[in-house]
């Protein structure tokens, strides 16, 4: 119910309140919440409620409740606290437009203490050029960006940062590669695919010739030392990927501000080994790799190693080259690495080494790790490439389109699927934890009945079309008496409750809280659409029922915002 969710959002002393208790429903939007199990967890003292302190305590967190949370009406007697919904106030506080700027439905983040202003870096996708983009980069791709958009719409300021992993002795093999089956005309066209093959073929090769090996470590070495024929040719091969990537990410709606890489941290992390050396972190192994000591902390594996025994660099010395440039130029107040859970000692060894070298940061620095998707396959077979999960999910969303009779009339089909598509998959994705695994289904993605990205897509276009065919205005208010249907009611608290959805959300990084909200205010919608029916209805109620479903489809569309998904007009 509305009070166990506004409860749940206010200071800490009352969420034990609210879960001990066993709120019971006097009658439609009315709670009592019993004073026993309030006097048994020590809030209320055991004696008396009829004494002054039980009433002060009472009064005080009636009060408090009610405050946070206008539509709320709570009284105390001495059985329990009654709380109440406030109809009126619900329908004004949800549906005046003077009260609350549309576009602002859900997102009044002074609710919740979010700091607004704060700088967040979060930085997410970073694939590896010349390697397969799996499922796990697309998962970073979108919880990155569902984070990012979360943060921004909550008011605090957002770097967001691809980190390519675009260094390495890889690139040394993928030059040979390149003059050996590279084609000029592929590497313009089909920059990530091309190089991929390349990348493929030259791992062959390089099986019955060692001397490939040898060329690719020269190559490397000159590429490490900035040679300038070899810097060009790993430039292109960096900038058109780039260039092909952003194109891939467009479709997904997703976006950087930067886009930065291992490549830009080889130098700096020299001197992150001179620095480890001065302040005698750095210890040389009998091998001659240099590592660092993370020993005091039991829960990490012994030793984080930084420098091979030649004296290059790692991926973790880069990163950590990395974080403290990110430091100095944002100075952030948290950063988030969205990266698949594989990688949660590599980051625990980062975040420890960072916080050994002095840097006061570290616990700034948070790792969003998430669980595996198995089974993400396409016509080619197993994904290798973003593209191609794209494709298919634009494929069979128009297949499926091509059964109904509406897309006939339709004047884009193809964007159309490619966006309700897209919407399938993302959903698919934000529906458990964000830790849990989880078996990739076509099928169920994108079936329109039932849970999925496409009822979602399905319940915006049909309020769309609601208010194309009502042939009204959207009114700015209405009398709430002519909103009284247990369906109205309950679309109406629906809408009241998305602030704590988004703040739910917020709390727990975990984006299956909107998406479950947008689902059951789906539900509502339906069954809301069944009954309040606008064409033909008297004008005022017509016109009330027109705004509670204008509400809803503003509200459901920012939820889907919020989730990287575009919502569509017509489907
Ligand atoms: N490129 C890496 C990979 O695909 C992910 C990078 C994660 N971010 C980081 N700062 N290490 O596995």
């Known amino acids: 119910g509305l009070i166990s969710k506004a409860a749940r959002i206010h200071e800490e002393k009352i969420v034990p309140l609210i879960q001990v208790s066993n709120p019971k429903t006097s009658s439609e939007g009315e709670f009592l919440l019993p004073i026993k199990p309030l006097i048994d967890i020590g809030v209320l003292p055991p004696d008396s409620v009829e004494s002054g302190t039980a009433q002060d305590t009472i009064a005080n967190l009636t009060n408090r409740i009610s405050c946070q949370h206008p539509v709320l009406k709570a009284v105390s007697n001495k059985y329990g606290i009654q709380f109440s919904v406030d109809q009126a106030l619900l329908i004004k506080s949800v549906l005046s437009k003077e009260q609350e700027d549309r576009e602002q439905y859900g997102r009044r983040s002074d609710l919740f203490g979010v700091r607004k202003g704060e700088k967040v870096v979060v930085e997410y996708s970073s694939p590896n050029i010349a390697k397969p983009f799996h499922a796990g980069h697309l998962r970073s ?62 791992n062959q ?37 780039i260039e092909e990537y952003s194109r891939i990410y467009k479709r997904l709606g997703v ?23 001065e302040a005698g972190l ?16 039991n829960s990490m594996s012994f030793y984080s190693t930084v420098t091979r025994s030649d004296g290059t660099s790692l991926y973790i010395t880069r990163d950590i080259a990395a974080a403290v440039d990110r430091y100095e130029r944002f100075k952030f107040d948290r950063m988030y690495y969205v990266v698949d859970k594989s990688q949660e000692d590599h980051f625990r060894q980062l975040f420890k080494t960072l916080e050994k070298m002095g840097y006061t940061w570290a616990d700034r620095c948070h790792h969003i790790k998430f669980g595996r998707v198995q089974g993400m396959k396409t016509r080619r077979g197993e994904v290798v490439l973003l593209e191609d999960i794209l494709n298919e999910a634009q494929r069979q969303m128009l297949d499926n389109m091509q059964q109904a009779a509406t ?13 309700v598509g897209i919407t399938a998959v993302l959903a698919q994705d934000f529906r458990g934890k964000i830790l849990s695994d989880y078996k990739f289904d076509w099928n169920r993605a994108l079936q ?65 809280h909107i998406l479950s909200y947008n689902l059951q205010l789906s539900h509502l919608v339906a069954a809301a659409h069944k009954s309040l029916k606008v064409k033909g209805s008297p004008k005022d109620v017509a016109e009330a029922r027109l705004l509670l479903f204008h509400a809803a489809r503003v509200t459901l569309a920012n939820g889907m915002d919020l989730l990287c998904m575009t919502p569509v007009d017509r489907m």
């Open 141 to 202: 791709t979108i919880m990155g960006n569902f984070i990012a958009k979360l943060h921004h719409a909550l008011g605090n300021k957002v770097v967001r940062i691809n980190y390519l992993g675009d260094w390495g002795v890889q690139f040394g093999l993928l030059a040979v590669g390149f003059q050996l089956f590279g084609s000029e005309e592929a590497l313009q066209t089909n920059p990530i695919q091309h190089l991929f093959e390349v990348y493929v073929k030259v």
């Open 205 to 241: 090769a390089a099986e019955e010739d060692e001397d490939i090996h040898r060329q690719a470590r020269e190559f490397f070495r000159l590429l490490e030392h900035r040679d300038p024929t070899a810097l060009a040719l790993w430039t292109r091969f960096r900038d058109l990927s």
């Open 255 to 277: 976006q950087f501000d930067e886009y930065s890489g291992e490549s830009m941290y080889s130098y700096r992390s020299q001197q992150v080994i001179s620095q480890l050396r």
């Open 282 to 297: 750095l210890q040389i192994t009998e091998r001659g790799t240099g590592v660092v000591d993370l020993s005091e902390d």
């Open 407 to 419: 897309t006939k009339h339709m004047d884009n089909p193809e964007e159309v699927a490619e966006t």
């Open 448 to 512: 329109s009945k039932g849970d999925t990205g496409v009822f979602l897509q399905y319940t915006h276009a049909r309020l769309c079309s609601l208010e194309r065919e009502s042939g009204m205005l959207v009114p700015d208010s209405c009398d709430p008496a002519l909103l009284q249907e247990q369906q109205a009611l309950q679309l109406l608290q629906q809408i009241a409750g998305f602030d704590q959805a988004v703040h739910k959300a917020w709390t727990e990084l975990e984006p299956r």
